[in-house]
């Protein structure tokens, strides 16, 4: 007899707030592979909407009571990426991909944990459809392929591994994908029409908290192929960090994301952030912000020199 994943059919799979792609494809994934329902916590992107619209794929449902609820979290492991009520769920499970440091999950009894080093929740997904050998369907196969493509940037950015390639390959196939550069350079284009968003919002959009011992900081993300029409917003941005500076953090920081060049622009709100900025990433600011070449992800480049920093 062998160990064998199983949850409650009335488990709810929830991922991190400002969700992404990967998080809520994960728990649409998830949801339709052990039974129970998606959660989002907060309005997908437009990135998510095009993917879902795509295989023709209804969004989850919102909800952010998580109290005495059932609850298997994807694609994140810190009370800091989920509602405040998520520390009174009762976690049955926590699938992830990120590091595992302060605030996370902790429960007072065992749970199911599966941390992988793959550059995408939605890989590990993929692959427990294969170990329980269930049938990937056309749909749950887009869904699956597109976190995948969202987190690896269409799989170039340098931390994704070949089991995300080899199952995106699968997946695709499944899902009638031909061209996966293509279909990931649409996903890029969709989540680069930012037009609709205000500045506070474009901040939001991608954005999580850190807490480093006492000290919490907000770190937003945005990535496009028409980067220097959101640096346009740069005035209001810093308007927008500068005022939830106020909401408790130490500080707040903001990357500017060019896609057609890998390279990103990391701003502060203000000074004393931007010290943090120069002193973490041992570079002085320029123009807008600090500079880094070749540096595009959060979780890889940008909050382990910051979090370092904190913590030294
Ligand atoms: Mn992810």
């Known amino acids: 007899m062998s160990f064998q994943l199983s949850f409650p059919s009335n488990a709810l799979f929830v991922g991190h707030k400002n969700p992404d792609t990967d998080c809520t494809c994960s728990a649409i994934a998830a949801a339709n592979l052990w039974g ?18 795509q295989f023709g794929v209804k969004a989850p449902a919102f909800e952010d009571n998580f109290a005495g609820k059932d609850v298997v979290v994807v694609d994140h492991n810190q009370t800091t990426q989920s509602a405040a009520s998520m ?74 591994t070949e089991i995300d390639k080899e199952i995106a390959a699968k997946l695709a196939k499944i899902a009638g994908i031909e061209d996966v550069a293509d279909f990931g350079q649409q996903m890029l284009i969709a989540k680069s029409d930012l037009s609709k968003y205000t500045a506070a919002e474009i901040l939001n959009l991608d954005y999580k908290d850190f807490i480093f011992g006492d000290i919490k900081i907000g770190f937003g993300v945005c990535e496009s192929l028409l980067i220097d029409k959101v640096k346009a917003k740069h005035d209001e941005i810093t308007a927008a960090m500068i005022n939830n500076k106020k909401d408790g953090y130490s500080a707040l920081f903001f990357a500017y994301v060019d896609l057609t060049t890998n390279n990103s622009v990391v701003i502060g709100a203000d000074d004393a952030d931007f010290k943090v900025l120069e002193q973490a990433f041992g570079i002085s600011k320029s123009d807008l912000g600090v500079a880094l070449e070749g540096k595009i992800s959060r979780k890889n480049d940008f909050i382990p020199p910051v979090s370092a920093y904190y913590n030294k």
């Open 87 to 160: 520390t009174e769920a009762n976690i049955l499970s926590i699938i992830d991909h990120h590091a595992v440091q302060d605030n996370f999950f902790f429960q007072k009894g065992p749970i199911h944990i599966d941390m992988r080093t793959v550059a995408s929740c939605c890989t590990i997904i993929a692959d427990y459809y294969e170990e329980m050998n269930v049938e990937i369907t056309k749909e749950m196969a887009g869904v699956m392929l597109g976190g995948i493509l969202s987190d690896t940037l269409a799989l170039t950015v340098p931390h994704t």
């Open 36 to 53: 129970g329902t998606p959660i989002i916590q907060g309005e997908l992107n437009p990135e998510t909407t095009f993917v879902l619209e």
